[in-house]
């Protein structure tokens, strides 16, 4: 089958196969968006008298039968076809003949694979903040439940402080924060519309941009062509950036998990179901979930990384290599959310165990309530410190009382605090509902 783009000599089969990669398999994910961007568009055309009322007719009535057909889970692209933008458009023009020619007139593959995936990303984008909420509130819970509960808390590896489950729990959910906020800032960042920068260089078309600006429900347009052409990559690097933020704060409580499960500190322990056993030794109960899980976060965390390798030294223009982000990312966007998703599923199933600072292992971490109660009797700081030094080395007989009150101490965890930061940061962010493109297009009237 001859490309739509083709020049008259074939391409090569060997060269055609590699040239489109997994963009078939792929773009079956933006299926749904290239249609409304091609709705859209079209509808824009019709407006600025590039096409016929006759023409839109008969493009938005085979565009939504596609469009049905992909909501169904009954599009795929063909062999031979080389992305998603060929097959609709080849379906397109079987239905309703030259009509469907018509439909592409002032737009480029690039500027409709930029806006394809910009509505892609943003629904992701969106999807997962609300995912990473869920988790946040969780961790809140899960902290209000066992803040009585007191843990050895650790630095260098070595017993510290007393610390509490509530003060961990507490400590993760205030960090997914900042992490979440930077989910929901990016999503604010690539709400531009690329749409009708063509191929970088804009077109003598009399088309009208804001409009389809106005109806794919972008805050605005990327001015610019140039700007919205190098824009592919940037987006992806500002997604895998934010990811790979959440993944080092995901990744980090997961290796707690593993830890804190083994028999060697016996903090918590993990329900039978979700651990596995060994083939020799029946006494295994072994954390996988949480094993795999801080595999892929950590696998994650270099995401920016391999989207940068791909962009760097490549000059103004489009370049074949952006194909290969898709293949880059794609993947991963998927793995963040499956490991959201389980850890949403799981973290309320984990059990913790108390009275564990009264083992005398752990009493060495109450030193500094020794200091505190002789400079409550007059003693500077400097002095106790060294008498409290004198006294842990001849070894401790009785563990102080704890009388933490200060603002995020196991006395006072502040999670009230903590819900009210989630949402002012929430606040600060536009409310979308991007349902609304599919309501815009299916509710237009042509006049």
């Known amino acids: 089958m001859s490309k739509l783009w083709s020049k008259d000599n074939s391409i090569n089969k060997e060269i055609e196969k590699f040239t489109i990669g997994k963009d078939a398999e792929i773009d079956v994910y933006l299926a749904e968006y290239d249609i409304q961007g091609s709705i859209a568009h079209s509808i824009m055309l019709y407006e600025c008298e590039i096409i016929s009322k006759k ?20 599009f795929s692209i063909q062999p031979g076809i080389e992305d998603v933008h060929s097959q609709v458009e080849i379906l397109l023009t079987e239905k309703i003949g030259d009509a469907g020619k018509r439909m592409h007139t002032a737009r480029s593959r690039n500027d409709q694979v930029l806006v394809d995936l910009k509505m892609y990303y943003r629904q992701w984008l969106l999807e997962i903040a609300d995912k990473t909420e869920v988790l946040i509130r969780q961790l809140v819970e899960a902290s209000e439940k066992y803040k009585n509960i007191l843990m050895p808390g650790y630095t260098h590896m070595q017993v510290a402080m007393p610390s509490s489950f509530g003060l961990w729990l507490g400590g993760y959910a205030e960090t997914l924060i900042q992490d979440y906020a930077q989910i929901r800032n990016v999503l604010e960042v690539i709400n531009y519309n690329p749409l009708g920068s063509a191929a970088g260089y804009g077109s003598s078309f009399p088309i009208n941009r804001k409009r389809t600006s106005e109806l794919l429900q972008f805050k605005d347009l990327e001015y610019n062509s140039i700007s919205a052409s190098m824009n592919r990559g940037k987006t992806e690097y500002l997604i895998a950036t934010a990811l790979s933020s959440a993944s080092i704060s995901l990744g980090k409580f997961c290796m707690d998990i593993c830890l804190y499960n083994s028999q060697n500190f016996g903090f918590l322990t993990l329900p039978d179901e979700y651990t596995t056993g060994s083939s020799i030794m029946p006494h295994k109960k072994n ?13 994650l965390t270099a995401l920016p990384a391999e989207i940068a390798t791909v962009l760097q030294n490549l000059p103004t223009g489009y370049h074949r290599d952006y194909q290969l982000l898709k293949e880059v990312i794609f993947p991963k966007l998927s793995t963040f959310e499956s490991c959201i998703n389980i850890l949403t599923f799981v973290i309320d199933k984990i059990e913790v165990k108390d009275e564990l600072m009264k083992s005398p292992v752990y009493s060495q971490a109450f030193s500094v309530e020794m200091i505190k109660e002789k400079v409550d009797k007059g003693m500077p700081f400097r002095d106790a410190y060294l008498a409290v030094k004198k006294e842990l080395e001849q070894g401790m007989e009785t563990q102080p009382e704890l009388n933490h009150t200060h603002e995020g101490s196991i006395g006072n965890l502040q999670n009230d605090n903590i819900i009210a930061k989630l949402e ?4 600060r962010f536009t409310e979308y509902d991007f349902s609304q493109v599919e309501k815009n297009l299916k509710g237009y009237k042509i006049g």
């Open 424 to 427: 002012d940061v929430k606040l």
């Open 55 to 74: 023409d839109l007719q008969e493009i938005l009535q085979g565009l939504f039968e596609i469009y049905t057909d992909v909501k169904a889970g009954n």
């Open 287 to 299: 954390p996988d979930v949480f094993e795999l899980l801080r595999a892929k976060f950590n696998n």
